[in-house]
């Protein structure tokens, strides 16, 4: 698809993502950031575009997972992880599921960090028309 090579136009929104992962910001965020990993080129060409498509908004998660060419593409890509996944012995399965597990609780930590500094980075200054603590009484 050349819209793809042309570089995405909107970016989607987080709503996408929020969906796709019981609406926990945390793995939405990793979610996005593995789109964006694949949008470079990490996972070769056709899930590039697969992931351009989907960061721009012109064709959500699921509808790329309807695309035959893609969800090949990810199963073939996907298939040597999942051998040697199989190869693990329980305890290494368990020490990579406690690093997942780590690098949860530090995005949860760095997005709580980001929201309690505002929007500008202006930690707990409040704008003009933020609508925090408005009140009609």
Not at 35 to 47: F, N, Q, R, V, Y
Request: a negative charge; zero cysteines.
């Amino acid at each position: 698809m050349d819209r793809a090579q042309n570089g995405p136009e909107k970016r989607v929104d987080d709503s996408e993502f929020l969906e796709m992962t019981q609406q926990d910001p945390v793995q939405a965020e990793i979610l996005r950031q593995s789109l964006e990993h694949l949008a470079s080129g990490l996972g070769g060409d056709t899930l590039k575009e697969m992931a351009q498509e989907v960061l721009s908004g012109r064709m959500g998660l699921r509808e790329a997972a309807d695309v035959s060419a893609y969800a090949e593409q990810a199963v073939e890509t996907a298939a040597p992880l999942a051998e040697k996944w199989a190869s693990l012995s329980d305890r290494e399965r368990d020490e990579l599921a406690a690093e997942g597990e780590r690098r949860l609780a530090e995005e949860r930590q760095r997005l709580d960090d980001e929201r309690r500094a505002g929007p500008e980075g202006q930690s707990g200054a409040k704008s003009r028309h933020d609508g925090r603590g408005w009140s009609l009484y």
